[in-house]
């Protein structure tokens, strides 16, 4: 069965007309009266031709919301497993100190207890402050996951059961909501968020003297060397995925791939050395 067309509202200047028409220059429906009386001389076309654009635009934008969708769940997927990262990483590093501050107790218990108690509190004050870093960095992106979502969804119900008159009530708002969100950068939320899951005990490795230290609580990234490669791939566009090449190395969960550029921030300032080898010339067929 097919389903008839929702009859168009009249025009509130003349009950006795349909607001068939879309006057361009006041962005409002008229009737065919409103051209000769109200809305001469102005440009106007069809209201379904104005609709159809509205639902274009809405739909152009509703094809970018998609994918967005999905890199936002990912990076909520990423954080909560490097908030599970530094949580195991905060575990490990108290352990290490414990069993350090045993073996040394014997000869210092005092000193030891003291600078025990220091580096806990230490490692506790990272593990509370990273703790909240995570949890905005996670609210804010199942909150974005949520308004796109939202978003997307309004769109897509007012596109596929809206009037045309409705479409156009609503087009300019549903236009400006889905760039807004769309327009959020990803890197702004996540890039850091790897580095702050880092936490580890440093051990001092001096001889013991009546001044000694257990070691430091190190809340860097424990980032040392990088080595970013072509990600297998050869030509002008350059890679679509980081697939598992950085896993196990220092840079892993650094690098952000957009559009075939990789992006990475050194994690820890310092002085450091960097190699760059350009890509091979070409090779003609005629020499």
Not at 105 to 120: H, T
Request: aromatic share 6%; with cysteine; proline share 3%.
């Amino acid at each position: 069965a097919k389903v008839k067309p929702r009859p168009l509202p009249p025009c509130r200047a003349h009950a006795q007309e349909t607001l068939k028409l879309f006057c361009v220059d006041c962005s409002e429906a008229i009737c065919q009266l409103c051209t000769v009386l109200s809305h001469k001389d102005y440009k106007y076309e069809d209201f379904t031709d104005t609709a159809g654009k509205a639902k274009g635009a809405i739909n152009a934008l509703l094809a970018e919301a998609a994918p967005k969708i999905g890199d936002l769940k990912t990076a909520d997927q990423q954080a909560h497993d490097q908030k599970a990262n530094l949580d195991k990483n905060v575990a490990e590093t108290v352990d290490k100190i414990k069993r350090k501050a045993e073996k040394t107790r014997r000869q210092f218990i005092a000193l030891v207890n003291q600078q025990e108690s220091e580096l806990l509190d230490h490692v506790n004050t990272v593990s509370k402050t990273r703790a909240k870093e995570f949890s905005v960095a996670i609210e804010e992106i199942e909150t974005a996951t949520v308004a796109l979502e939202s978003a997307a969804e309004f769109g897509r119900n007012i596109v596929e059961h809206g009037s045309e008159f409705e479409i156009m009530a609503v087009s300019g708002e549903v236009n400006d909501r889905l760039n807004k969100l769309l327009q959020m950068e990803l890197a702004d939320i996540s890039m850091e968020l790897p580095a702050k899951a880092f936490v580890a005990f440093e051990d001092n490795k001096t001889s013991a003297t009546i001044t000694f230290r257990l070691g430091e609580v190190r809340a860097g990234s424990g980032f040392h060397t990088a080595r970013l490669t072509t990600l297998g791939t050869t030509g002008r566009l350059g890679p679509t995925s980081l697939g598992t090449h950085y896993r196990g190395q220092d840079h892993e969960g650094l690098v952000q791939l957009k559009d075939g550029i990789q992006y990475f921030t050194v994690p820890d300032t310092g002085q450091y050395r960097i190699e760059a080898a350009g890509a091979a010339a070409g090779w003609g067929s005629t020499g």
